[in-house]
C-alpha cells in the first residue's frame, strides 16, 4: 500500500529493478543468439555480420541494465530508503 513519498519510492525502484532484470535476461539471450548465428553460419558472410551485429547489442545492452541497477541502488541508498525494502538480485529461498 502506498501511504507516502518513501513507500512510493520503493515501488517505483522495485518495478524498475524487476525490468532491468527482465532486460538484462533479454539481452543475454540476444547476445548468445548472435554468438550461434556467428559461429553456426560462419560460411555465409551476411549471416556472420548479423551474428557479429548481434552479439555487440546484446553486450552493450548487457553495459546499459548492470549501469541502470548501479545507478538505481546508488540514489536507493543514498536518499535514505535502505529501510524501505531491500534493494537487489532475487535470491530464492529454500522451502522446508
Not at 507516502?4 to 532491468?20: H, R, W
Not at 558472410?45 to 548501479?70: R, Y
Request: no cysteine; proline share 1%.
Amino acid at each position: 500500500m502506498i501511504t507516502d513519498f518513501k513507500s512510493l519510492m520503493s515501488f517505483a525502484v522495485g518495478i524498475v529493478n524487476s525490468l532491468t532484470i527482465l532486460m538484462g535476461a533479454i539481452a543475454l539471450f540476444v547476445f548468445f543468439k548472435g554468438l550461434v548465428s556467428f559461429i553456426a553460419k560462419a560460411g555465409d558472410t551476411k549471416s556472420h555480420a548479423e551474428g557479429k551485429s548481434l552479439m555487440i547489442w546484446g553486450i552493450v545492452a548487457l553495459f546499459v541494465m548492470v549501469s541502470v541497477f548501479g545507478i538505481l541502488r546508488f540514489f536507493y541508498s543514498d536518499l535514505g530508503f535502505n529501510n524501505a525494502r531491500s534493494f537487489g538480485v532475487p535470491i530464492f529461498k529454500h522451502i522446508k
